[in-house]
């Protein structure tokens, strides 16, 4: 028996996966996005796709380019192009002819999916209290510097920017 109580937390190699940060991070990623989603899928149907590029482009006061929502959310373009599409069809999203490039177009929310976006963000900002809840402004100040911080290592080991 290992201290945390059964005989798969060793492993010969020191490795303990209850402890492993990449997965503790995907685990956590899980449980925040299923306590997210279980406001927006009620509400609107949405997948959690949807919901990331809807805040990002309800949070921008201009048009975005698809790439600039993909470079923000760290997702794969082909998510974000069937995320805009899903949305685009249901109204929620508008395309127009980028003037400064005439190849692309800016995203940017239509009248419904501003109305979506001012209606869930309160929501989910409730769900994010709930899930602070304990938590010290401090302590949640230093997770969020934390966090930052091991992003900007990341990004120098990748020689990408982080949003």
Same mark, same amino acid.
């Given at each position: 028996?290992?201290?945390?109580?059964?005989?798969?937390?060793?492993?010969?190699?020191?490795?303990?996966?209850?402890?492993?940060?990449?997965?503790?991070?995907?685990?956590?990623?899980?449980?925040?996005?299923?306590? +997210?989603?279980?406001?927006?899928?009620?509400?609107?149907? =949405?997948?959690?796709?949807?919901?990331?590029? =809807?805040?990002?482009?309800?949070?921008?006061?201009?048009?975005?380019?698809?790439?600039?929502?993909?470079?923000?959310?760290?997702?794969? &373009?082909?998510?974000?192009?069937?995320?805009?599409?899903?949305?685009?069809?249901?109204?929620?999203? !508008?395309?127009?002819?980028?003037?400064?490039?005439?190849?692309?177009?800016?995203?940017? +929310?239509? &009248?419904?999916?501003?109305?979506?976006?001012?209606?869930?963000?309160? &929501?989910?900002?409730?769900?994010?209290?709930? =899930?602070?809840?304990?938590?010290?402004?401090?302590?949640?100040?230093?997770?969020?510097?934390?966090?930052?911080?091991?992003?900007?290592?990341?990004?120098?080991?990748?020689?990408? !920017?982080?949003?």
């Amino acid at each position: 028996m290992t201290e945390h109580g059964n005989e798969t937390d060793f492993t010969p190699n020191g490795f303990q996966l209850e402890t492993f940060f990449p997965y503790l991070v995907r685990v956590f990623y899980s449980d925040v996005t299923r306590a +997210l989603a279980d406001v927006y899928q009620r509400d609107y149907g =949405m997948a959690p796709a949807e919901w990331r590029v =809807m805040a990002i482009l309800g949070s921008s006061v201009e048009g975005l380019q698809a790439s600039e929502i993909v470079h923000r959310s760290s997702m794969d &373009k082909v998510v974000v192009s069937r995320a805009v599409k899903r949305m685009e069809d249901r109204g929620f999203l !508008t395309r127009q002819s980028n003037e400064a490039d005439g190849r692309s177009y800016l995203l940017s +929310l239509s &009248k419904s999916g501003r109305s979506a976006f001012q209606d869930l963000a309160p &929501k989910l900002l409730a769900v994010e209290q709930k =899930m602070l809840g304990g938590l010290a402004p401090q302590e949640i100040e230093a997770m969020l510097d934390i966090m930052t911080r091991i992003r900007a290592n990341l990004d120098a080991e990748t020689g990408e !920017t982080g949003a």
